[in-house]
């Protein structure tokens, strides 16, 4: 079994940043994309951005240029760099990575963290 531990969440003012953070652990031969997804409250959840394990990344127009993402492959765990923050990034931010199983056979899993909560408020 595979988990995702989420952190990094809170308040914050608009126009600051914040860092998260997605560890995981569990049994898996390799990691293929890891992601952060958001929902916010009435929403549906929504892809924020994504990194696969060669480093190319891929994000959402509205937070290109104002949101990093990176992983180290050597501990399992992706960041979320985000700045500039609005009212409109607040959400309940997920991680997510497709996971190979085993060495030997073609198949990956998609887990899920259970998600940190970012909230942007004067």
């Known amino acids: 079994q595979v988990q995702l531990v989420e952190s990094g969440g809170g308040l914050v003012q608009p126009g600051g940043s914040l860092r998260l953070s997605c560890a995981a652990s569990?049994?898996?031969?390799?990691?293929?994309?890891m992601g952060w997804y958001r929902q916010a409250p009435g929403k549906e959840r929504e892809l924020v951005a994504s990194?696969?394990?060669?480093?190319?990344?891929n994000y959402a127009d509205s937070v290109k240029g104002r949101f990093t993402i990176s992983r180290d492959n050597v501990k399992n765990t992706a960041y979320l760099q985000m700045n500039s923050l609005t009212p409109e990034d607040t959400a309940v931010y997920y991680c997510?990575?497709?996971?190979?199983?085993?060495?030997?056979?073609?198949?990956?899993?998609?887990?899920w963290g259970k998600g940190t909560l970012v909230t942007v408020s004067a």
């Open positions: 569990g049994s898996m031969f390799s990691i293929n994309i």
């Open positions: 997510n990575a497709d996971v190979k199983v085993s060495p030997y056979i073609a198949r990956y899993m998609t887990y």
């Open positions: 990194i696969t394990s060669g480093g190319s990344t």
